[in-house]
């Protein structure tokens, strides 16, 4: 069951993390890595790892995209 609660969390914040891929809305991303963050320690209480690997695919997206975008855009 948390593994189910991880993948929806991490599916929400994937669709959330390609909007911020759009021009000027790069800071969307301050908001998507916590929600990944809380998906991925949900994902970490459950047995299977799908939803804590999806959870940190998404972290590792919007950490790049912070970078190549200095942080803010």
Do not use: C, D, E, Q
Not at 45 to 63: D, K, M, Y
Request: cysteine-free; charged content about 5%; proline content about 3%.
């Amino acid at each position: 069951m948390l593994n189910i609660v991880s993948l929806v969390i991490g599916v929400i914040a994937l669709i959330l993390a390609v909007f911020a891929f759009i021009p000027l809305l790069g800071w969307a991303n301050w908001f998507i890595i916590p929600v990944a963050v809380i998906g991925a320690g949900i994902g970490v209480l459950s047995r299977s790892t799908a939803g804590r690997n999806l959870n940190l695919v998404v972290i590792g997206i919007g950490v790049i995209r912070l970078m190549l975008g200095g942080g803010l855009f």
